[in-house]
């Protein structure tokens, strides 16, 4: 009986520490100020166009193709679908 009564007070305490690990955050504030950045950070900034070339130099859009297609044909195969027919997008 001891030995759970400290388990469960051991428990409480990490579970405790959690908790408190965070005190006041703000999510409020938090969302202001992400919105805020957005609106002032250039376009290119925000998204990935600028490694678009690099992305395709390494070949990871023609990997991502194949990785897909091979996706699709293992859930026809599931499925009892013809695995034959080429994957129109």
Known sequence: MVQLASTLTLGLASIASIVSAHPGHNVE??????????????????????????????????????????????????RGLDTGMPVDF
Request: hydrophobic share 40%.
């Open 29 to 78: 504030a938090e969302a202001a100020e992400r919105a805020n950045f957005l609106k002032k950070a250039p376009i290119r900034s925000r998204s990935l166009a600028h490694c678009a070339t690099s992305l395709k130099a390494r070949g990871v859009e023609d990997l991502n193709v194949a990785r897909r297609e091979n996706a699709v044909q293992l859930l026809r195969r599931d």
